[in-house]
T-cell receptor
Framework: GQQLNQSPQSMFIQEGEDVSMNCTSSSIFNTWLWYKQDPGEGPVLLIA?????ELTSNGRLTAQFGITRKDSFLNISASIPSDVGIYFCAGHSGQGGKLIFGQGTELSVKP | KAGVTQTPRYLIKTRGQQVTLSCSPISGHRSVSWYQQTPGQGLQFLFEYFSETQRNKGNFPGRFSGRQFSNSRSEMNVSTLELGDSALYLC??????????????FGSGTRLTVV
């Protein structure tokens, strides 16, 4: 099935470090979304981006919608142990409720 | 308000059997989308139902089907189960008219294991 290219696949960082992950696509999206998923749970929305070039923050999280509408990145500043989990990007092209997901970035934070 | 409720949380089935999973959306939400999540393929869109009609469909075989009831609750069915159908099945609900982002809420999923 169709997927976004998300990198890196995994990250092992020290508490307090900043983290950056990104997604690219060969297709244009109208909306980019970033989710976090904890074990045994469904994805929870972190940030939604609706316009090309948009830069949005949510606490220590910052995400941007690429100008070409084919990419997005997520930054987490000053990581803490509860940031551990799998982060997914998702793109929406306007087709009802259908989202296309990246493969995820697994984040581990060492105290 | 109550979130998206998926039942059951865990299920073990034998190859060749069929299974039905249920999703109750957030009150007032009319769209329900289903996803399959596996380690190898990640999150893959199955289908979306809106006002009891299938509005979008992913690239899955006909063994995967779904429906939506007048109260917006949705079920998905997988017939003739295969080992590769073992996955976490997630549903998400949204309210017509809201942006796809903040109104689009996932349930905790049903973990299906086929043996």
């Amino acid at each position: 099935g169709q997927q976004l290219n998300q990198s890196p696949q995994s990250m092992f960082i020290q508490e307090g470090e900043d983290v950056s992950m990104n997604c690219t696509s060969s297709s244009i999206f109208n909306t980019w979304l970033w989710y976090k998923q904890d074990p045994g749970e469904g994805p929870v929305l972190l940030i939604a981006l609706y316009k090309a070039g948009e830069l949005t923050s949510n606490g220590r999280l910052t995400a941007q919608f690429g100008i070409t509408r084919k990419d997005s990145f997520l930054n987490i500043s000053a990581s803490i142990p509860s940031d551990v989990g799998i982060y997914f990007c998702a793109g929406h092209s306007g087709q009802g409720g259908k989202l296309i997901f990246g493969q995820g970035t697994e984040l581990s934070v060492k105290p | 308000k109550a979130g998206v409720t998926q039942t059951p949380r865990y299920l073990i089935k034998t190859r060749g059997q069929q299974v039905t999973l249920s999703c109750s959306p957030i009150s007032g939400h009319r769209s329900v989308s289903w996803y399959q999540q596996t380690p190898g393929q990640g999150l893959q869109f199955l289908f979306e139902y809106f006002s009891e009609t299938q509005r979008n469909k992913g690239n899955f075989p006909g063994r995967f089907s779904g429906r939506q009831f007048s109260n917006s609750r949705s079920e998905m069915n997988v017939s003739t189960l295969e080992l590769g159908d073992s996955a976490l099945y997630l549903c998400a609900s949204s309210l017509l008219g809201q942006g796809i982002g903040y109104g689009y809420t996932f349930g905790s999923g049903t973990r299906l294991t086929v043996v």
